[in-house]
């Protein structure tokens, strides 16, 4: 019985009695925290009560890098950007291919008019039909 006694005193008592924290910040800039108080003269801690009683289970907040508002904002501005970049390099590649096939068409003519026998025309006319093909048809 006095066992008993004992035990159920223990487990009352246990849940009064605090253990003392001590917080304090040592000269190299570290925030220490001990059971026991500083040993040098460290005239700056603090005493931190240590019961749990005084603990709460709230959760804490989610933090969010980016609201969802300016994550939309971005990847419109990213999309718009996308889209820009894609605009100019089909304006650049159309240019480009225009200049081909006018390149292609003279190479014509100047194969019509010098004859067929020439290979000078005949391989002008080859190259920039190759240029043309791997410049424009590919890439479409």
Do not use: F, H
Request: aromatic letters at 6%; one cysteine or more.
């Amino acid at each position: 019985m006095a066992k008993i006694i004992i035990l159920i005193s223990t487990l009352l008592l246990s849940n009064v009695s605090t253990a003392q924290i001590y917080k304090w910040v040592d000269p190299e800039g570290n925030t220490i925290y001990s059971e026991e108080p500083p040993e040098t003269n460290q005239k700056n801690y603090d005493r931190i009560d240590g019961s749990l009683n005084n603990l709460s289970s709230t959760e804490a907040p989610k933090y969010n890098a980016y609201p969802q508002s300016q994550r939309k904002n971005n990847n419109q501005q990213q999309r718009q950007t996308n889209l820009k970049q894609l605009q100019e390099k089909k304006a650049r590649l159309e240019k480009i291919c225009d200049r081909l096939e006018k390149k292609v068409k003279r190479a014509e003519q100047t194969l019509r008019a010098r004859g067929l026998g020439d290979k000078w025309a005949r391989e002008n006319k080859r190259k920039a039909q190759a240029e043309l093909t791997d410049e424009c048809w590919r890439k479409r």
